[in-house]
């Protein structure tokens, strides 16, 4: 997710991915676009063995497949929870961090999610949310909760929002091939 690897987008900024088997390896930010909340980041060094998840088509989700969370939830690498696709085409409005990471600015972003009871926590963003066959089928992105203790945030409620893999894809299509991401509006 784009709010995951802002920070990092400083002339001194790092970003380290580190690998099931605890190794880390250094990388770079080729895009980020606020906003639908992707970005796309290439290591350094891809490990040895290292398969990408087969890329499922999020048009064919039903309200109640079967889908799997993966990331790293509060802290706990490796995590993953199950549940059911509750919605589709869910709107969701969040707060995103804007192109100039330095000043945190936000921008509000809009997305026709998708909506799981899987568990999605601080920690999951960026992880993928795949189908029953264990395609990948989402971007992991936001939960939505009862309250907002001061200076931290609540845990999963059951509601939980991923961007559908169509579009991931072609956002990240698009920062791959120029870094940016266009998007269309209709001026009325």
């Known amino acids: 997710n784009n709010h ?91 707060e995103n961090i804007g192109e100039d990471a330095s000043s945190q600015e936000k921008e509000m972003t809009i997305t026709n999610a998708i909506q799981t009871d899987a568990a999605i926590n601080p920690g999951n963003s960026g992880g993928p949310l795949v189908n029953g066959d264990g395609e990948f089928i989402g971007v992991n992105s936001a939960a939505a909760s009862l309250s907002q203790s001061e200076g931290g945030q609540s845990g999963s409620i059951g509601i939980g929002f991923a961007i559908p893999a169509n579009q991931a894809v072609m956002i990240a299509d698009q920062l791959i091939s120029s870094g940016k991401a266009q998007h269309p509006f209709l001026g009325i």
Do not use: F, H, Y
Not at 13 to 21: D, L, P, S
Not at 70 to 76: A, I, Q, S, T, V
């Open 4 to 94: 995951v690897v802002a920070p990092a987008d400083t002339p001194d900024g790092e970003i380290a991915v580190t690998m099931k088997n605890g190794e880390t390896t250094e990388a770079k930010i080729v895009g980020r676009d606020p906003s639908t909340d992707i970005a796309v980041i290439k290591l350094e060094q891809v490990p040895d063995g290292v398969k990408p998840l087969v890329i499922g088509d999020s048009k064919k989700l039903t309200v109640g497949d079967p889908v799997m969370a993966l990331g790293n939830p509060l802290g706990l690498a490796n995590t993953v929870t199950t549940g059911i696709v509750s919605a589709l085409d869910r709107p969701v409005s969040t």
